[in-house]
């Protein structure tokens, strides 16, 4: 998170597994976007690292495809490709071999003498988790001055598939890197939308004295995708929805909603708050699994007049497959602030609607003045915080309806990001990506935090892969998920809330 106008220094940048698809989509064109509105260091270079037969003109050529298919700011301009693109190279090479490390190093230090100062050496591993081990442990053999002050390294998710592989990983890393030289990534907390939220909490006078269990009823995180799993099939069947999105976006979005204020926006500071909440989680017992989770599996359907696979039909999923693509939960958190308010999270694949969205719905009046008829549409006030696609907060009040009737309906108080800020917003790993430049860690994960909440889903984690689902599939392509999730919120008197859909027929 930008907070001031220093530029980064002179940096070199490599990609593991630059040939990929990470790489393409986002990382090429965040940097490149970085470039253009002037947050890249005045000195850096780009290595891209990876097996395939490519010439630096070759791999340049590649990216610009991805630039031009992906960024945000459109197809490349000439002129301005032609300068950022001098500045990336390709390095042929093997993260298994000895020489891939040599050969970074010759280039780290040509640059350095190149430039005339020490650079910051930043290693991204966009490259499946197998690979983080041995990549970790060839970069820390590059032998280059002030190392500990000058590397950094990337960790993309899935950080472990369990606690146990997740702290293995943690205790590899921190036998060869400093805490603060790790940059454990969740895109999520790099959105626009999600960002707000810290500044929307502790900015305002007006939300912290009613944001606790006096004033909160319940709060809902939802992340929906109307997509199945698509060429992901074989990566997602290891995987499932309670790994892949409620161990890592789900819950640190729910650790800002429900976080103390910090004494500070210092890195650490943020974070201890973060993980305070996941230690006050309550633990979910073999009752509290039972009671208080639902899995889900979607099957074979139409989506906008398309016929689309089950997901055991999908390309390299097992046939009769136990993972979950629907998952949802009730949690609550024991402290002072939260005590029996439930927090609602479910994610799912192929939904009806692709949406992130927080609800949190504020206690009812204590005593209704109007008659009956006067408040048949009533509807509590509500906070509803999108995250994408629409970016916006939305109050829901009641208002009088203009007449000459005390007739009441529910409005909404909408600060909309589009037509509020002219420029269109950076894309989350614009955001992350020049934060690890300049060395911010406030929107990476400590591993405390990766830890705390592996802990928190093991017992969900264990007992759904050792109880195999009876009712696979359990729900329909383009609907809301399993119906025994509309009992979990139902049976406490509340329903899933739902963003109206804008565009239906567009959907795809
Ligand atoms: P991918 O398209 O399969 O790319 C894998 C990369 O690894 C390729 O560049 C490949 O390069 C390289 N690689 C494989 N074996 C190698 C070896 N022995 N030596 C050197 N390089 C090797 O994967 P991806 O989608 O980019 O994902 C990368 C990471 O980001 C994964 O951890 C994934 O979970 C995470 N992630 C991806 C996305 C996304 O949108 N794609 C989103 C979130 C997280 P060569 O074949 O040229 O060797």
Same mark, same amino acid.
């Given at each position: ?10 940096? /070199?940048?490599?990609?593991?597994? #630059?040939?990929?698809?990470?790489? &393409?989509?986002? $990382?090429?064109?965040? *940097?490149?976007? =970085? ?118 390294? /990337?960790?993309?998710?899935?950080? #472990?598939?369990?606690?146990?592989? &997740?702290?293995? $990983?943690?205790?590899? *890393?921190?036998? =060869? ?332």
């Amino acid at each position: 998170m930008k907070t001031t106008n220093i530029k980064p220094k002179p940096t /070199v940048f490599t990609i593991f597994g #630059g040939t990929g698809d990470l790489a &393409a989509r986002k $990382l090429i064109p965040a *940097l490149y976007n =970085l470039y253009l509105d002037g947050y890249m260091p005045a000195k850096f270079t780009i290595v891209g690292l990876g097996r395939t037969d490519y010439d630096n003109q070759k791999f340049r050529e590649i990216l610009l495809d991805g630039i031009n298919k992906f960024s945000r700011s459109g197809k490349a301009d000439a002129a301005k490709w032609k300068v950022f693109s001098s500045c990336i190279q390709y390095l042929q090479s093997d993260a298994k071999k000895d020489k891939t490390y040599q050969d970074l190093e010759a280039i780290i230090k040509e640059k350095d003498q190149e430039w005339g100062e020490e650079s910051n050496i930043i290693h991204y591993l966009s490259v499946a988790p197998q690979f983080f081990p041995i990549i970790s442990k060839g970069v820390a053999t590059i032998n280059i001055e002030n190392k500990e002050q000058r590397n950094r390294i /990337v960790i993309e998710k899935p950080f #472990g598939h369990d606690l146990d592989s &997740a702290k293995e $990983l943690n205790k590899l *890393l921190q036998s =060869l890197f400093d805490e603060t030289q790790i940059y454990r990534i969740d895109h999520y907390l790099g959105k626009e939308t999600v960002q707000n939220m810290m500044a929307f909490r502790f900015a305002n006078a007006l939300f912290e004295p009613i944001w606790n269990r006096n004033y909160i009823e319940h709060v809902q995180i939802s992340v929906t995708e109307d997509i199945g799993v698509e060429d992901r099939g074989g990566y997602y069947d290891g995987s499932g929805a309670l790994k892949d999105m409620v161990q890592n976006h789900i819950l640190q979005v729910l650790c800002l909603v429900a976080m103390e204020p910090p004494v500070s926006f210092n890195a650490d500071e943020v974070r201890n708050r973060r993980v305070d909440v996941l230690r006050a989680i309550r633990k979910f017992g073999h009752e509290e699994v039972k009671h208080n989770t639902v899995r889900g599996q979607y099957a074979s359907g139409w989506v906008a007049g398309e016929e689309v696979l089950g997901y055991r039909e999908e390309k390299g999923v097992d046939p009769n497959s136990n993972t979950e693509t629907f998952a949802a939960l009730k949690f609550f958190i024991d402290n002072w602030r939260w005590q029996n308010v439930p927090f609602y999270v479910r994610t799912g694949k192929r939904m009806h609607q692709k949406a992130s969205v927080i609800s949190i719905q504020f206690k009812d009046v204590p005593h209704p003045i109007f008659p009956i008829e006067a408040s048949e549409s009533w509807q509590q006030n509500r906070l509803i915080i999108s995250i994408q696609p629409e970016m916006s907060i939305r109050l829901q009040v009641q208002a009088k309806r203009p007449g000459l009737d005390m007739i009441l309906n529910p409005v909404d108080m909408v600060f909309n990001y589009d037509g509020t800020y002219p420029a269109e917003s950076p894309e989350a790993y614009e955001t992350l990506l020049l934060d690890v430049m300049e060395g911010d860690q406030t929107l990476f994960m400590r591993a405390d935090q990766i830890e705390a909440a592996w802990e928190l889903l093991m017992p969900v984690v264990e007992n759904w892969e050792s109880r195999k689902s009876i009712n696979f599939p359990n729900y329909a392509a383009d609907s809301w998920g399993p119906e025994i999730a509309e009992a979990l919120i139902a049976k406490d008197g509340f329903h899933w809330f739902t963003m109206p859909v804008k565009n239906k027929k567009d959907k795809k």
